[in-house]
């Protein structure tokens, strides 16, 4: 069941005020812990999933963005910055894996910005914010940068540009 939609033509400017009335229906009478009864049955609640996209699930998390260094939501990777592509990649492959505990305790300092007002909720903060629609990760970010460099010729070989 959906909860919540939002959009508009920019973030808000307080992810905590943003985030208030829902912040106190979850957590005012503990419906998250204890449940609810409806027609004398107990009736249990989880927050299943955050569904956002990039940049909104780095905001909603308070963490650094997927195209930082230490971008990655799922893994402690750090990122090298390409000065031929002018972006950062992620050179290893087998890297520890970002945990709930992990993340609340701000084991990699450099992935955090801000505390987020969702630690107030007893969700995983890693795997409740589900990563893997190609919106951005492909048709926005990769697909973008490659057609981009064959079109314009960016790539610093000329097989890679595209001839009229």
């Known amino acids: 069941m959906i909860i919540g939609i939002y959009w508009g033509k920019g973030k808000p400017s307080d992810l905590t ?11 005012a009478t503990e419906i998250l812990k204890e ?13 299943r999933s ?5 940049p909104s699930r780095s905001f909603l998390k308070g ?3 997927f195209n930082s260094q230490h971008g990655c939501q799922k893994c402690t990777v750090e990122g090298q910055y390409s000065y031929l592509s ?11 894996k970002r945990t709930d505990y992990g993340f609340r305790t701000k084991q990699d300092e ?8 969702l630690l107030k909720l007893p969700i995983d903060m890693i795997q409740d914010f589900p990563i893997g629609y190609s919106l951005h ?12 460099g064959w ?14």
């Open 63 to 65: 963490v650094a963005n």
């Open 86 to 96: 002018r972006t950062n990649y992620f050179p290893q492959k087998a890297c520890e």
């Open 35 to 47: 449940g609810i009864i409806v027609k004398n049955t107990l009736k249990i609640i989880k927050i």
């Open 17 to 27: 005020k943003f985030l208030q009335s829902f912040l106190e229906a979850a957590t």
């Open 137 to 148: 990760l492909l048709n926005l970010g990769i697909m973008k940068k490659i057609l981009c």
């Open 50 to 54: 955050f569904i956002c996209d990039s």
């Open 151 to 164: 079109r314009d010729g960016k790539f610093g070989n000329s097989k890679t540009k595209w001839k009229k």
């Open 110 to 117: 450099l992935h955090h910005k801000y505390d987020s007002p």
